[in-house]
């Protein structure tokens, strides 16, 4: 693995935010930087750590902690940390829904952590999603976004450009997985042992988890890719991809690829790998089944395309990362 860039990861400092899980991710990501820098994976501390909260009633959002304040950044990711108190109501969430929605439609990935999900679910970007939350949550939550697809019996639930955590203490987890993504997975597991935590098993993949590319600017293609996030199985057409995005179809095809840096049918083809890894970890539904579920009808075509990118077989991989 080469170098790493910088990325900045911002903390949102909502009413009644658990600042535990707030500080503790702060610690976490500078525990990776030290081990990133010790293990010669960058030159400077890749992550850089800021911190978001409103002004003022009526005013912008601001940094009011950044762990690198020289230069200009935007950040990689948002996460909505646990919240202490009940979860935050529509009214209180407004201000920060519009920013995190426009923060997300330029490419940015959002993040939640328990409770947080309730300000992610206010931002409207859930609907039509699968997502998780503390499952004491769970029949408030089901009240209040009745368009998600809440599935409690996961930790974490990573849709490319939405990645949301279940407990309150999940942020541990959260954090290992987002130092995962952004600098490897022998980082995480030194700063894992650094922290004394248990690195979960979805974090000891054989081969990296697929990360779209998100902040590539093109706002059309952009389009097509939230929503083929969105689908829970099935195959979509070149044509609805074309249509979601506003363009005629070669035009659109040339634009995916340039943006994404994969053809529609390969970009699909990671997508339904990284949800079946989920489920042959945390479900106990055949590999057959698993297929089904991703959208595939024939199960060894998944089964081909499945070692293609994992490099291991279906039941291999349950066996090394079933929890």
Known sequence: MGKVEIRELGLVLYPEAQMAGVLGLTDLFAVANRTALRQGKAASAPLRVSHWRLSE?????VRVFDSAPEGASTPAALILPPSLGDPIGPESAAPYAAWLREFHAGGGTLVSVC????LLGETGLLAGRTATTHWGLGEAFARRFPDVRLDLDRLIVDEGDIVTAGGLMAWTDLGLKLVDR????????????????DPPGREQRYYSTFVPRLGHGDRAVL??????????????????????????????L???RKATG??????????????????????????????????YGDPGAFRKVFVRIVG??????????HA
């Open 57 to 61: 009633p009526g005013g912008a959002i």
């Open 262 to 295: 994969l053809t529609t049918t390969e970009y699909q083809q990671q997508l339904k790998v990284n949800r079946a890894r989920e489920l042959l970890q945390f479900s106990a539904l055949s590999a057959d089944e698993v297929a089904w579920e991703v959208g």
């Open 254 to 256: 040339r634009r995916f």
């Open 182 to 197: 952004y600098l490897g997975s022998e980082v995480m597991l030194e700063t894992a042992r650094v922290l004394l935590v």
């Open 223 to 252: 389009r097509a890719q939230h929503w083929l996030h969105g689908l829970a199985d099935g195959e979509a057409s070149l044509e609805r991809l074309a249509s979601q995005a506003g363009l005629e179809q070669r035009t659109f």
């Open 115 to 118: 409770a947080g999900a309730f």
């Open 312 to 321: 291991l077989s279906p039941a291999e991989y349950r066996r090394r990362f």
